[in-house]
């Protein structure tokens, strides 16, 4: 089953080295549990990453 994916759009204008750019950022529209599910696993990613470099860091102590 393929799930579609809706985005929600915002659009700034900036200034860049004496021009002007248009910069849009969309950000996925998702339902509650999927919101934690992705919140669960960015976190589990942030800790293994953290973790290894922790112990990476004590080695050299």
Avoid: W
Wanted: aromatic share 8%.
């Amino acid at each position: 089953m393929v799930q579609s994916v809706t985005y929600q759009s915002e659009t700034k204008t900036v200034p860049f080295q004496g021009k002007t750019i248009v910069l849009e950022s969309l950000t996925p529209v998702l339902s509650p549990k999927e919101k934690e599910k992705r919140k669960k696993e960015i976190e589990r990613c942030l800790y293994e990453v953290f973790s290894k470099y922790r112990v990476a860091g004590d080695k050299r102590r």
